[in-house]
């Protein structure tokens, strides 16, 4: 890479991690100011890496072992399928303009991260299940927050995660750098989805609120009940898939870290990543407040 290239890197870089609203003082929530600075935030902070030409790191052999032997690749590259067509149909439900260049931005990164694993998959030679189809969801706004909240969870615990894979060196530098814009991307979406949620909220009729919320309950719901059917090696098209993975990955992957220790690096990675952002943008509190709450039972 050339020294211009590499400025050109580490600027794009930078600026995916790093932005200030341009209007100063309080901005409150549900405001129209509020609504431009969160899809600000995604649109400007857009890293426009291509996925056609990543350079993909020559593996030694041991290394090479390790990535195709993780049974995650089926279902992280139909995740961000289903993701990015789940976006798209509700980016083209909405009339704002603005919103809706956010969340086409939004759906366009998901796209692309398919595609980064795709292109992954194909350099290493990992073979995967015969894709599905991804049909355009009948109801996008439930589909929008199913994407939103499992993002949510998803994120706060690939933070811990790839931290703890790059520690260990379990993959090599090379391959975690190649995949480091990616795991700041996804910190943007739940930034961006925690704040569309409160905006969205807060813009509503009362009368509409009783029945978003039993939604947004029969969201998490099914999110829990996904989560525990990959659990037992069910993933959430009912396909079979290796049951151990979640019991026994984190070790393979990372530090030998204990359930209080992952979450407690958990907890720090996803306050790193949030933290080059405006301080006025809501942050994603749920998972991290339950997080925090699963501490007070788990033993130092």
């Known amino acids: 890479m050339t020294d211009t290239l590499q400025e ?20 409150r929530i549900g405001s129209d100011a509020h609504k431009q600075m969160f899809c600000r935030m995604l649109l400007d902070t857009h890293n426009p890496y291509k996925p056609a030409v990543i350079d993909w790191p020559a593996l ?25 067509i789940r976006v ?35 350099a290493y030679g990992i073979r995967l299940a015969p894709e599905p189809t991804y049909p355009a969801p009948k109801d996008p706004e439930w589909s929008w927050m199913m994407t939103g909240f499992s993002e949510c ?18 993959f090599p530098p090379e391959l975690v750098d190649t995949f480091e814009p990616v795991i700041q991307e996804e910190g943007r979406h739940i930034l961006f989805f925690a704040n569309w949620y409160a905006w969205y909220w807060r813009t509503m009729p009362w009368w509409r609120r009783p029945w978003f919320c039993a939604r947004v309950a029969a969201v998490w ?26 019991a ?9 870290l204990n ?7 958990c907890l720090v990675e996803n306050d790193r990543r949030m933290a080059g952002y405006d301080k006025r943008l809501l942050r994603p509190m749920f998972v991290p407040r339950m997080a925090r709450f699963a501490l007070r039972f788990l033993k130092k």
């Open 8 to 27: 050109e890197h580490a600027a794009a870089d930078h600026a995916m991690r790093n932005w200030t609203f341009e209007s100063q003082g309080p901005v």
């Open 88 to 122: 798209a149909t509700y980016a083209a439900t909405i009339d704002d303009p603005l919103l809706r260049r956010a969340l086409e931005m939004d759906g366009g990164e998901e796209a692309r991260h398919k595609i980064v694993l795709s292109k992954l998959v194909e």
């Open 259 to 265: 359930p209080r220790e992952l979450i407690e690096l």
């Open 221 to 246: 719901v099914q999110l829990i009940r996904d989560r525990i059917g990959i659990a037992r090696g069910i993933d959430a098209d009912g396909a079979a898939r290796d049951a151990n993975f979640p």
């Open 153 to 170: 969870i998803d994120s706060f615990f690939a933070f811990g995660l790839f931290r703890s894979a790059q520690r260990s060196g379990y």
């Open 60 to 84: 030694k052999p041991a290394e090479l072992r390790r990535l195709t032997s993780l049974p995650i690749w089926d279902i992280a590259v139909q995740t961000e399928g289903r993701a990015s």
């Open 248 to 256: 026994t990955g984190t070790a393979d992957i990372g530090d030998a």
